[in-house]
T-cell receptor, first 111, second 114 residues
Framework: GQQVMQIPQYQHVQEGEDFTTYCNSSTTLSNIQWYKQRPGGHPVFLIQLVKSGEVKKQKRLTFQFGEAKKNSSLHITATQTTDVGTYFCAGSASGTYKYIFGTGTRLKVLA | DTAVSQTPKYLVTQMGNDKSIKCEQNLGHDTMYWYKQDSKKFLKIMFSYNNKELIINETVPNRFSPKSPDKAHLNLHINSLELGDSAVYFC?????????????FGAGTRLSVL
């Protein structure tokens, strides 16, 4: 079945450093979403990417969807303590309702 | 007003018991989901209903039975609870608009089976 892996599993950074998490799917995706889960919280939608090679920015966050639509990345510039949490990608094949969540990357930011 | 609300927030119970978790959404969405998040934070889809019809049914023990009385509610009943059922269970809802299918999650129900 479809699998979505993320690396790294954990990342500790100093406040102000950059951070990147990578998402790889075993199958071609129709679209990919990114969610953030704060410690003790629930996943919250960040963005959706649909087109091959698409790049979207949200303030310090940059999201990319690979040309082959099998991978994606999230880059955070100059991390802040408010960026702490687990970042999940979620991929859908063939535009179905079913999204397979990635394994997640847990980010800790040291002040 | 909470968009997706789950009750209870915490559930502590003995092995072998039967328990239910309730979920309600006031967003007017037509699709609802149940996810299980284990201790390693892996988030796995269990079930999904669209307009009260079961559309996703992952490989889940048949001790788990979802029920959707209407499109605003999706409950999860678990029979004969086992230690391995301990996890956080999240309910979510979405409204599909073209490619967009943003899921809104509830706060979660932390189930501990002793």
């Amino acid at each position: 079945g479809q699998q979505v892996m993320q690396i790294p599993q954990y990342q500790h950074v100093q406040e102000g450093e950059d951070f990147t998490t990578y998402c790889n799917s075993s199958t071609t995706l129709s679209n990919i979403q990114w969610y953030k889960q704060r410690p003790g919280g629930h996943p919250v939608f960040l963005i959706q990417l649909v087109k091959s090679g698409e790049v979207k920015k949200q303030k310090r966050l940059t999201f990319q969807f690979g040309e082959a639509k099998k991978n994606s990345s999230l880059h955070i510039t100059a991390t802040q303590t408010t960026d702490v949490g687990t970042y999940f990608c979620a991929g859908s094949a063939s535009g179905t309702y079913k999204y397979i969540f990635g394994t997640g990357t847990r980010l800790k930011v040291l002040a | 007003d909470t968009a997706v609300s789950q009750t209870p927030k915490y559930l502590v119970t003995q092995m072998g018991n039967d328990k239910s978790i309730k979920c309600e959404q006031n967003l007017g969405h037509d699709t609802m989901y149940w996810y299980k998040q284990d201790s390693k934070k892996f988030l796995k889809i269990m079930f999904s209903y669209n307009n009260k019809e079961l559309i996703i049914n992952e490989t889940v023990p048949n001790r788990f039975s979802p029920k959707s009385p209407d499109k605003a509610h999706l409950n999860l009943h678990i029979n004969s609870l086992e230690l391995g059922d301990s996890a956080v269970y999240f309910c979510a809802s979405s409204e599909r608009q073209g490619w967009r299918n943003i899921q809104y999650f509830g706060a979660g129900t932390r189930l501990s089976v002793l």
